[in-house]
């Protein structure tokens, strides 16, 4: 029993660097995914987005874009798609951040900060620049459609859905369209 603990003890002594990398190289690789699904943009926003009163890709429109490209699926026939939205999602625009200060650098006596959002001028308007956008998570899918009927479309669908939504299949339910 000692010679199995030695010899786990030894290969530990030997290969605890190498596991501690390995670990904290896994780390890093998930890090990103934790907080949920971002994307770094500095594009000019148009329309009600840059006014700010959107999300872009809102839970309304994905279901009109899944309608569409379902009903364009083989089999699908007639679909109407409800999606159950878990967080809206949310947009972290552009500051430009002034900074003044009067005394020492280390213990200012006062100071004062203002802020205002970038705004660009385009030919189309004043868009706002977005330096971080977290997407809509969605809860849960409900497609109704024609070819719910069959097993191979409901697999198709259901696919598509969670592909596009980024849900696991057990959270789309796919029935058939009443007759």
Do not use: F, H, N
Request: aromatic fraction near 6%.
């Amino acid at each position: 029993m000692k010679e199995k603990t030695k010899g786990a003890q030894t290969l530990w002594d030997r290969y605890k660097y190498a596991a501690l990398v390995a670990l904290i190289g896994a780390g890093l690789l998930l890090w990103p995914t934790l907080g949920g699904r971002e994307e770094i943009s500095s594009r000019q926003e148009s329309g009600s987005e840059a006014s700010g009163s959107g999300s872009g890709r809102d839970a309304e429109t994905v279901q009109r874009e899944l309608e569409e490209i379902l009903g364009a699926m083989s089999g699908v026939g007639q679909v109407k798609v409800m999606l159950t939205v878990d967080s809206d999602g949310e947009r972290q625009l552009a500051q430009d951040t002034q900074l003044s200060y009067s005394g020492d650098t280390a213990a200012p006596e006062d100071y004062s900060r203002k802020s205002e959002t970038v705004l660009l001028d385009g030919s189309s308007g004043d868009g706002t620049v977005v330096v971080r956008r977290t997407y809509p998570t969605y809860r849960g899918a409900l497609v109704v459609c024609q070819g719910g009927g069959s097993a191979e479309v409901r697999l198709a669908v259901t696919e598509a859905v969670a592909a596009l939504t980024g849900l696991p299949a057990d959270r789309v339910a796919v029935a058939k369209w009443q007759s």
